[in-house]
């Protein structure tokens, strides 16, 4: 008859580490990478405001969104907050400069039609560029070299991949399919040459490669998922210089970083992430001309409000088209 011990042995028991503790641990497989810890650098507020689309002007000013405030701010070199632009129902989730230095927002409305809109510096004139009845969830964009735009659609499920990734040529007069049947695409950014895009898929969690024939054809065997993500959720992105790109964890606090093939080699921390705070982090931003980044990010169960973190990453970043 088999005799079953009182408690089971040690060899028996489920345990953790301090490497697997917590709300977000880091994949094992991903414990080893070269790592930063990013300072806090600006405290938006006390209330752990969502937000969102980070980017600076040709004057230091570093613009950004309040999602569900619906609001444009912009913090000057001096560190001066103020509000640029308001539209509650626009719920805006990125933002993109063009060279004239007009404003574009993503906003995914809500979440059954969003729109994108763009608005003079100042905030003012704000046209419809791509409008709800079109049926697309805009969540974030990026210009390429001659003023056309590229954009996610945050449609779909991961059972239901209805979103993707979509390009308007300069005249705005078309919208054209490039990455499509995506399950809640997200960021999106550029190589330095224009010549790879690249995407994040939040509900399936995979980055995808692609590269361009011309602005909407991949070229042959041209698209790839060169990575996987463990967990909770790849968000915007941003690349630098080298083609290497930067993935803001959503619900892991901290920000991974790829080579321009996809392979994972570093990634920058928020600290106090290992106890749980800051890990609603969505977005990143280089300050043109440097390898510093500035990470927004949000500390929902931890009551530390809404911060923005700055680093260094392995690269200045990538020209964009708002500074060429």
Known sequence: MLKIAPEPSADARLFRTEATRGLAPIPVWEQGL???????WFQVSEDAMPLEGPAFDRHGN??????YGGRVLRLSPQRALSTVYTDATLRPTGLALHRDGRIFLAGV?????GRIVAIDPDGRDARTIVPAMAGHVPDDLVFDRHGGFYFTDFRGTATCPTGGVYYVPP???????VLPHMSAANGVALSPDGKVLWATEFGAGRLHRADLVDAARLAPFGSTVPYHFTGCAPDSMRADAEG????????QGRVLAFDPHGILIGQILLPGREHGHFLKCTSLAFVPGSPDVVIVSRDVPGGQGAMIFRARALAPGATLFSHQ
């Open 109 to 113: 409305g809500d979440f059954q039609a």
């Open 62 to 67: 570093l613009l950004f969104l309040d999602i």
């Open 34 to 40: 070269p790592s930063a810890t990013a300072e806090p």
């Open 171 to 177: 005249d705005q007069q078309t919208i054209q399919p």
């Open 244 to 251: 290497n790109v930067y993935v803001a964890m959503f619900y």
